[in-house]
């Protein structure tokens, strides 16, 4: 069976998308640090405002420069609506839902997760720059959905 010159080129073309894409990949996971957010653990959503430490949603410091965010996204609200933090702080985000999924986008930020009944996320951000970053649900969560953000302020 004799190979042609065009489906040379294209098997060429195809296996350097597919090393381009590889390379890519790599890059995004150990050069620039962007992972998954970590599942943590589980909690019982009938139960989630009761328990620690979605029993009392906010900003906690808990190092020099370090915050811990814990946030509840529960029918179309996040609790608490504003998040304020110092220029050059690491925080990390707790965040779980009390009712269905949401979706968890900090706008201008690589901070992007779900927020899942009875499934507890945690992902981490440096914030290097002043400003006031919206944070949305990008999971359809029903009629009000639209309403549905908070901002992130940064001093």
């Known amino acids: 069976m004799k190979v042609h010159s065009y489906e040379r080129s294209f098997l060429a073309v195809g296996a ?3 090393l381009a894409c590889i390379v890519a990949l790599s890059y995004a996971t150990f050069g620039m640090g ?3 957010p970590d599942r943590v653990a589980k909690v019982e959503p009938k139960n989630i ?3 620690a430490p979605f029993d009392h949603p906010g900003v906690r410091k808990t190092g020099p420069n370090e915050y ?3 946030i509840l996204a529960q029918i179309w609200t996040f609790s608490p609506q504003e ?3 110092p220029v050059g702080s690491h925080v990390t985000f707790t965040v779980t839902s009390a009712d269905v999924i949401h979706g968890f986008d900090i706008v201008g930020t690589r901070i992007n997760m779900m927020a899942i009944p009875g499934q507890i996320s945690r992902n ?4 290097r720059e002043p400003g006031e970053h919206l944070l949305i649900c990008h999971e359809y ?4 959905h ?3 953000f908070a901002k992130v302020i940064v001093e």
Not at 124 to 127: D, E, I, K, L
Not at 141 to 144: I, M, R
Request: net charge positive; hydrophobic share 45%.
């Open 16 to 18: 350097f998308g597919l």
């Open 34 to 36: 962007m992972h998954l």
């Open 49 to 51: 405002r009761t328990t």
């Open 68 to 70: 811990e965010a814990v």
């Open 83 to 85: 998040i304020r933090v």
């Open 124 to 127: 981490s951000y440096t914030f």
């Open 141 to 144: 969560c029903g009629a009000a």
């Open 146 to 148: 639209h309403t549905m």
